[in-house]
Each structure stands twice: as C-alpha cells, then as structure tokens.
T-cell receptor, first 112, second 115 residues
Framework: DAKTTQPPSMDCAEGRAANLPCNHS???????VYWYRQIHSQGPQYIIH???NNETNEMASLIITEDRKSSTLILPHATLRDTAVYYC?????????????FGKGTTLSVSS | ETGVTQTPRHLVMGMTNKKSLKCEQH?????MYWYKQSAKKPLELMFV???????ENNSVPSRFSPECPNSSHLFLHLHTLQPEDSALYLC??????????????FGEGSRLTVL
C-alpha cells in the first residue's frame, strides 16, 4: 500500500473549518484514500473514503487533487468533540483480508 | 453501539498468567482483525482473519495466539506476557470482497496491563 504523509499536529478554533492535508504521491490507480479518526482511548472511527472524485457525507468532505497525489479532509464546522487523531490511509479496495495500515496521523486540537 | 464488542475492557495480569481477550461482531462481516496500540505509537496490525482463516500474521511473538472459531468471534490468547506488552488491543471487522471497500468497524478495545 502507498505511504502517506501527514502533519503531526494542527490547531483549529471551534466553529471554523478544519482542513487536514495528506500527501500520497506514490498512490496507484486502484488505491482508495480512506480517513479515520481516533478519539482518545477509543477505537478508530471511519470518516470517509474516495477514489478520485470529491466526496461529502454528514461528517466531512474529501477533496482529492486531479493527479491524486494529495487530498484534504475538511470538517466544515469543527467542534470540541472533533479533537482526535486523524489518519489518512491508502489501500486497494476489494482485497479480501488485507488490513488498513495506520501511520502516526495528525492530532487535531479544537479549542474554544 | 459500534457492532463490535470487546471483553474485558480492562485486564491486569502477571507475566505467568494465561488470559484471553474476546471480540464479537454483530455485523455479518467476513473479516476480523487484531491491532495493538502502545502508548504514543501508531496502531500495529497483529492478525487478520478472512472467512475464518488467518491470512496475515504480522511477525507477532508466539505468546500471542489468535483463534477464530467462526466469522462472528475472535479471540486473542495471552500467555507469559512481558510488561512491554501492556497496550490497548483493538479488534475490528469488515466485509471484504468485490464491490466493497472494506470499511473497518472497531471495538472500544481491551486495555491490558502486564505486571
């Protein structure tokens, strides 16, 4: 699976948009971009995924560049409960029994 | 309610004890996973089971022994552990296969302390 690079930490004011970047310059054509987050001492939680088109759900938006070498997770109105470690992972879909490999992620701190 | 239940949530054991961690998924998934998360370290993949067969063993010491009796249950048997094995052990499940992207659903984890 392709390697990803994320900033170790970011700060965001409550109510503002949080934009979390991820570089995946070696991504291959059949690899998806996944985002998970982990609130302290809990299991990671799926946020969103995409292949090449921008995606949006009730939690966040995912913007993938045209060359697919980077992406940005957007939390449109961050709250204190969004404080967590955010993981960007690339992985081939439909590959039975192949697990997600987590890196160090970005620690997002949302403050009032 | 995540659909993946882990017990016990907390476990303290001595180095000579034998204990087991249990994971149960109520989502009808066909793959299950054990991850380990030590303090201030990324999640480490330990074992992967797909259709009840182990498909990956990520160089885990033999003092950790997984068991997957059916597609809904996963165990991690522990014996003669070391203090450095103290960590949060996370179980996850997914539905893999054609047309699926294999979203992982995690349990809340079992916090293990080895004295």
């Amino acid at each position: 699976d392709a390697k990803t690079t994320q900033p170790p930490s970011m700060d965001c004011a409550e109510g503002r948009a949080a934009n979390l970047p991820c570089n995946h310059s070696t991504i291959s054509g059949n690899e998806y971009v996944y985002w998970y987050r982990q609130i302290h001492s809990q299991g990671p939680q799926y946020i969103i995924h995409g292949l090449k088109n921008n995606e949006t759900n009730e939690m966040a938006s995912l913007i993938i560049t045209e060359d697919r070498k980077s992406s940005t997770l957007i939390l449109p109105h961050a709250t204190l409960r969004d404080t967590a470690v955010y993981y960007c992972i690339v992985r081939v879909a439909n590959q039975a029994g192949t697990a997600l490999i987590f890196g160090k992620g970005t620690t997002l701190s949302v403050s009032s | 309610e995540t659909g993946v239940t882990q017990t016990p949530r907390h476990l303290v054991m001595g180095m000579t004890n034998k204990k087991s961690l249990k994971c149960e998924q109520h989502l009808g998934h066909n793959a299950m996973y054990w991850y380990k998360q030590s303090a201030k370290k990324p999640l480490e993949l330990m074992f992967v089971y797909s259709l009840e067969e182990r498909v990956e063993n990520n160089s885990v010491p033999s003092r950790f022994s997984p068991e997957c009796p059916n597609s809904s249950h996963l165990f991690l048997h522990l014996h003669t552990l070391q203090p450095e094995d103290s960590a949060l052990y996370l179980c996850a499940s997914s539905q893999d296969g054609l047309g699926r992207f294999g979203e992982l659903f995690f349990g809340e984890g079992s916090r293990l302390t080895v004295l």
